[in-house]
């Protein structure tokens, strides 16, 4: 994933990787890694001053399903959370990452394709929180100048990653071999009010963006990687 990534490019021991849960083996094997709780706003910036933090990449928080099942924890980690990060990397000048998402549009949104900007109005309270982040990021930056960056991502499926309480946990679950006919239809309600196509060109002219992978070259990925798990399956 993307620690694997900074790793390979900054050092291994330049990122370091927090959770409140015990990390996997192989996470806690590939580098630093520490607990953080992101409401504690003191813990953070006792992690900040005493690793000498640069950049902070933020992406605590609780998924759609996850998050209309429990409205008020994921206030407090999306929104609570969010506001401890952007005090801290402004009072310790950090540059700031946090991801956006393909929910912080709604369903009277132009659909395809989709505009940076237009009209948003999401449905759910993961969703509405991005559009608060996007907000309160460019609040920092005009009225402090924190060095904060946003992206807006795209549903993610992905061959190697458990599902993690999104609109897309259904589709990881089937890229895994795994059957359910009691799939909750709230989540597909959801998901068909994204666009269906970005407009990217502002970010093909402003910072160079272009897919690596089509969709023959995604699929043939999932299934080769699925493929190995399942071979190796059947050795054991």
Not at 39 to 67: F, M, P, Q, T
Not at 72 to 86: C, E, F, Q
Not at 145 to 163: K, T
Request: neutral net charge.
């Amino acid at each position: 994933g993307l620690a694997k990534l900074l790793r390979k490019q900054f050092g291994k021991y330049n990122v370091i990787l927090s959770d409140i849960r015990k990390p996997p083996a192989h996470v806690y094997q590939s580098g630093p890694f520490i607990f953080s709780d992101i409401l504690d706003y003191k813990n953070l910036c006792e992690i900040v001053v005493n690793n000498r933090i640069s950049w902070l990449i933020h992406y605590s928080a609780l998924l759609s399903a996850v998050g209309e099942a429990n409205v008020s924890l994921a206030r407090d980690v999306n929104i609570t959370g969010l506001h401890n990060v952007l005090d801290v990397a402004t009072e310790h000048g950090l540059r700031l990452f946090i991801p956006s998402t393909i929910g912080a549009f709604g369903p009277m949104s132009p659909r395809n394709p989709n505009p940076d900007l237009c009209i948003q109005r999401p449905r759910t309270i993961y969703e509405v929180s991005k559009v608060h982040a996007e907000l309160m990021g460019e609040y920092y930056h005009h009225r402090y100048g924190l060095d904060f960056r946003c992206l807006r991502y795209p549903g993610i499926i992905s061959a190697d990653s458990q599902p993690g309480g999104g609109t897309t946990a259904e589709y990881v679950i089937l890229s895994h071999l795994y059957l359910s006919f009691q799939i909750v239809s709230v989540l597909f309600l959801v998901a068909d009010s994204w666009p269906m196509v970005f407009d990217d060109s502002n970010a093909r002219s402003d910072w160079g963006w272009k897919h690596n992978y089509g969709l023959p070259e995604l699929i043939q990925t999932m299934l080769n990687f699925t493929g190995s798990n399942f071979r190796m399956l059947r050795a054991n």
